[in-house]
Structure formats: structure tokens, C-alpha cells
């Protein structure tokens, strides 16, 4: 390892890699995170309605994802936008998951809400505004749940493995991190989707990690391109914004992919999940790209 990385992540020791230990799966019921399937987490920003997150759930469901995504609390720029629908969107998360068999993935904003959220999600998602709230993130260290931490806007690799520290020394063990973009000088994007941070983090980590397209590009035609990228360069999944109507979502409408979309860029990954796999069976000990185990 880069001798450089070594001094600088090795202080987080539940969550850094050392030379003999190797790569963590979390399991969610029976779906591997982090293991030799590239799994895909797809669905609207915000659940709206039950119409709208049953009809997701099917598509999507269809098209090859196995986790469902959907805000039930969102955290908003504006204090005007919609806020989510709380407890009843938790409500209709756990129908379509019924419905359906996928898993479900929803955002946890504070610590007051991290028990009735554990009751209906199978992980629970930090978002990039709650990545340095530590009193959440040590919340989450007896949740009973995965949780997935996405960086923070303005985070370093450091920061975001300093909270994924945190929650592991809190008792939670199962932490997956995702890159979704951080701030940069760039307008043309929403974020800038820092590529490089996935074979950074698997080199120095042991962690599954997972890419958010969406919220990286904002803009839906870009999703598949670096949905593309993360494969490539060795992500173990995939979040990606999905909605019936992007143009009339409550929120994140214009980086939403419709269902048409959506099962494209499912289809014209396929050659690239199938590439992904065989090196990962091939090379078991090397899964971080260019990386030296
Ligand atoms: C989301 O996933 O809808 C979300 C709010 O993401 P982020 O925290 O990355 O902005
Ligand atoms: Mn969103």
C-alpha cells in the first residue's frame, strides 16, 4: 500500500485495511454487499406517494435492481421544499417491500429518529449533510442495521473514514461508504463524481463501496455514463435516482431517470457486471483496481 495512505487511514482500525484482513460483505437478507455480485440500489429521491413507490418498486425490481431507495425524511436546501412524508412514507417502503421482496434503503437525519426508522428499513442511509453528525453516527452504532454513509460534500476520504470509524466503534460493524460527488469549482455537474475515491477506498478500506450517479451529475443524462465509470473501476454497487415522472417529481426530478432509462442503463451494463465478476473470481485478493491487496 502506498506508504503515504498507510499513515493516514491506518488510525481507523475497524475500518482500514491491513495486509491479511480481507474485504467486508454485509449481508442484507440475501443479498452480498461488497461480495461478487455488483448490486444495484434504485429509486425515487423521495417517496411521494404509494402509486408512485409500488410502481418504482415493480420496474426496477424488473430491470435488475435488489435494493429499493426512497427518502421518507429528506433533507431539503430550501426549508419551502417538500420535506418527505415521514412515518406514513416509512409505511409505504414497507409495502413495497412486501410487494416486491427488495430490500429497502432510507435516510436517517438525526438520532431521534433512528429507532422507528431501524423498524422499517433494511439500511439505513446517512446523507452527505449528516456525515459529520456524530451524535447520529454513534446512534447508528446500536440500530441493528447496515448503514450506508455517504461522504460529505466538502469530505476528504479521511473524514469519511473517520465517521465510518465512529459508527464501527459505536458497536455497527456494517458499513458500506458511497461516493456521490463532492464541491468543486465545476458548475456543468451538480458534484463532481470523484472517481478516483472508489479505488482509493478499497485499497485502504475494507468497506463495500457504492456510487450515487445521480446526485453526482444532477442531470439524468449523465447517469449512465459514470454509472459506467463505477463499474470499471471496481465499485461493489450502484445508487441511482429512478422516477415514473421525472419532470413532475417532488424532488431531484431532473437527475431521475424514467423507467425507460433506467432499463436501458441496466441492459447496457450488463457486459460490464459480467466483466467486473469474472476478475473478481479471478483475482479474489486484488479487488481494489490497480490496488496491491
Ligand atoms: C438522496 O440520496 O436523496 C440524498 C439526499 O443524497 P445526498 O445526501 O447525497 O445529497
Ligand atoms: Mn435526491
Known amino acids: 500500500m502506498n506508504p503515504k495512505w498507510n499513515g493516514q487511514f491506518s488510525c481507523f482500525d475497524l475500518v482500514a485495511k491491513t495486509n491479511d484482513c480481507s474485504r467486508s460483505v454485509v449481508q442484507v437478507g440475501d443479498i452480498e454487499i461488497g461480495g461478487n455480485d455488483f448490486i444495484v440500489m434504485a429509486g425515487p ?15 426496477v425490481a424488473e430491470a435488475g435492481a435488489r435494493i429499493l431507495r426512497g427518502g421518507a425524511y429528506k433533507p431539503r436546501s430550501s426549508p419551502y421544499s417538500f420535506q418527505g412524508l415521514g412515518v406514513a412514507g416509512l ?18 437525519m438525526c438520532k431521534e429518529d433512528v429507532d422507528v426508522i431501524a423498524e422499517y428499513a433494511d439500511i439505513m442511509q446517512v446523507g452527505t449533510r449528516s456525515m459529520e ?12 442495521r447496515p448503514v450506508l454513509l455517504k461522504r460529505g460534500m466538502t469530505a476528504t476520504l479521511e473524514d469519511l473514514l473517520r465517521s465510518a470509524q465512529i459508527i464501527a466503534l ?44 445521480s446526485h453526482a451529475a444532477g442531470v439524468r443524462s449523465l447517469v449512465p455514463a459514470l454509472a459506467r465509470a463505477a463499474v470499471v473501476v471496481g465499485a461493489d454497487g450502484l445508487l441511482v435516482e429512478v422516477h415514473p415522472h421525472p419532470e413532475q417529481a417532488l424532488s431531484d426530478g431532473e437527475q431521475s431517470l424514467s423507467f425507460g432509462e433506467f432499463r ?11 466483466l467486473q465478476k469474472r476478475g473478481r473470481q479471478l483475482r479474489p485478493q486484488l479487488l481494489a483496481v490497480g490496488g496491491d491487496g
Open 264 to 274: 436501458n442503463m441496466m441492459a447496457d451494463l450488463q457486459p460490464y457486471f459480467a
Open 170 to 213: 459505536a458497536g455497527n460493524p456494517q458499513i458500506i461508504l458511497c461516493e456521490r460527488g463532492i464541491r468543486t469549482f465545476e458548475t456543468a455537474t451538480r458534484n463532481t463524481l470523484d472517481i478516483a475515491a472508489v479505488p482509493v477506498l478499497k485499497t485502504v478500506s475494507h468497506l463495500p463501496v457504492i456510487v450515487d450517479p
Open 133 to 144: 453528525n456524530y451524535s447520529l453516527l454513534e446512534a447508528l452504532g446500536e440500530c441493528g
Open 91 to 108: 409505511k409505504i417502503l414497507r409495502k413495497a417491500r412486501e410487494a416486491t421482496g427488495l430490500a429497502i434503503v432510507t435516510e436517517v
Open 45 to 59: 429521491c423521495a417517496v411521494e406517494s404509494e402509486r408512485q413507490l409500488l410502481q418504482t418498486a415493480e420496474e
